[in-house]
């Protein structure tokens, strides 16, 4: 990997795409099914990170998500991703989502999530990164934010190795 002397920062393109709820996405409450909407979290988090990077990217591990406000069929899931804290082959893309009801505009916020996201080589291997610059407030307070959930992330992922051993 590249040293921190050596390393490019490269600016990271945010993603701001659009779904629509379908019938299929539905839990029996009628409002959209939470694995479903955290799929499409988890897809938007790998394309950010993945056409920042020129890499493939696995997720390695999701902080909690707070489902704020349900989504509804024939509603707009729109869904914003960017890339908030790099590490050497890991990064954090912050997903937000809201719900966009089509015939009267009205935009309700649902949920956010952070995922860790690793890129790899050919071999599977975890490959170095590129810098994100940081300049804004809200850049440096997403960076810090993202930093001190990856070390609880990690915390986690030692704890659960922990109980695989067991
Ligand atoms: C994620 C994965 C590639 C990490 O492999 P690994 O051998 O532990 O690699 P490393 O220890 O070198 O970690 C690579 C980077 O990921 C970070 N990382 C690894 N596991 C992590 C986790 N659970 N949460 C946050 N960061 C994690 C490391 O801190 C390291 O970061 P850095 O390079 O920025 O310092 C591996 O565990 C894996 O393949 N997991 C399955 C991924 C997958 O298939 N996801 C889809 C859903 S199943």
Known sequence: MASEKQRETRRAEPLET???????DLNPMHTMFGGAVVALM?????????????????TASIDAIQFLTPLRQGQMVQISA?????????????VQVWGNDISSGDRHFCCEGYFTMVTMDANFRPVGLPLIPV????????????RQI????????DRARRMEEE
Do not use: N
Request: proline share 4%; aromatic share 10%.
């Open 18 to 24: 659009f779904e629509v709820v379908f019938p299929q």
């Open 135 to 146: 300049e804004s407030d809200e850049e440096k307070t997403q960076w810090e934010y993202a």
């Open 150 to 157: 990856k070390q609880a992330m990690l915390e986690r992922r």
């Open 42 to 58: 988890d897809k938007a988090a790998g394309i950010v990170v993945s056409r920042w990077a020129r890499r493939p990217a696995v």
């Open 82 to 94: 960017h890339v908030v804290y790099v590490g050497k082959s890991s990064c954090m893309a912050r």
